[in-house]
């Protein structure tokens, strides 16, 4: 089992860009969240979605937005890119509706606006 | 509402002394918590979590937590710290469907030899 797995591993934009980032969760999971972590801070989260559909979103800009497909996997697209969006975005996985489950963790993608 | 607040930024101990990560949660629900550890340019890893069994909870590593609902406290202990302890510690708190972490502000352990 691949675990969560988030690609690319690090990407540079540059300031007004818009960027991608992908995600797929660990087998058997169904739910997908995005988290970001700015430098020197614990991770924030963006939003989740299960059902190929935005479940619950943090305090973050409509900049961000998302999408989940048939098979789980998601991305996770930031438009008009600032300074400040540069942070490592983590993804986690865990399976709905199931108590006692857990969440894991991908390795995250380093995003650098430039 | 859900809120973690570690405190200390930054620890540091001899290799072979005590480590004590210090975490406060704030919860309306009752919580699950979890310690997660982050090497340099790493994801999360998990070391334990407590889902409402037993309030003390070993993980990896050799590290163990204590769920103290009187103190709203879950505190990261380890016994002896080793030289690869030396990471950052995150401490979260989540509902009972993991539907969202929030997580502490993180401590940096430092191990010194």
């Known amino acids: 089992d691949a675990g969560v797995t988030q690609s690319p591993t690090h990407l540079i934009k540059t300031r007004g860009q818009q960027v991608t980032l992908r995600c797929s969760p660990k087998s058997g999971h169904d739910t997908v969240s995005w988290y970001q972590q700015a430098l020197g801070q614990g991770p924030q989260f963006i939003f989740q979605?299960?059902?190929?559909?935005?479940?619950q979103r943090g305090n973050f800009p409509d900049r961000f937005s998302g999408h989940q497909f048939p098979n789980y996997s998601s991305e996770l697209n930031v438009n008009a890119l600032l300074l400040g969006d540069s942070a490592l975005y983590l993804c986690?996985?865990?399976?709905?509706?199931?108590?006692?489950?857990?969440?894991?963790f991908g390795q995250g993608t380093r995003l650098t606006v430039v | 509402a859900q809120s973690v607040t570690q405190l200390g930024s930054h620890v540091s101990v001899s290799e072979g002394a005590l480590v004590l990560l210090r975490c406060n949660y704030s919860s309306s629900v009752p919580p699950y918590l979890f310690w997660y550890v982050q090497y340099p340019n790493q994801g999360l890893q998990l070391l334990l979590k407590?889902?409402?069994?037993?309030?003390l909870v070993k993980g990896i590593n050799g590290f163990e937590a204590e769920f103290k609902k009187s103190e709203t406290s879950f505190h990261l202990t380890k016994p002896s710290a080793h030289m690869s302890d030396a990471a950052e510690y995150f401490c979260?708190?989540?509902?009972?469907?993991?539907?969202?972490?929030?997580f502490g502000s993180g401590t940096k352990l430092n191990v010194k030899p």
């Open positions: 986690a996985s865990n399976q709905k509706g199931l108590m006692n489950t857990e969440a894991f």
């Open positions: 407590y889902t409402s069994a037993a309030t």
């Open positions: 979260a708190v989540s509902d009972q469907s993991f539907n969202k972490f929030y």
């Open positions: 979605y299960y059902e190929e559909e935005e479940r």
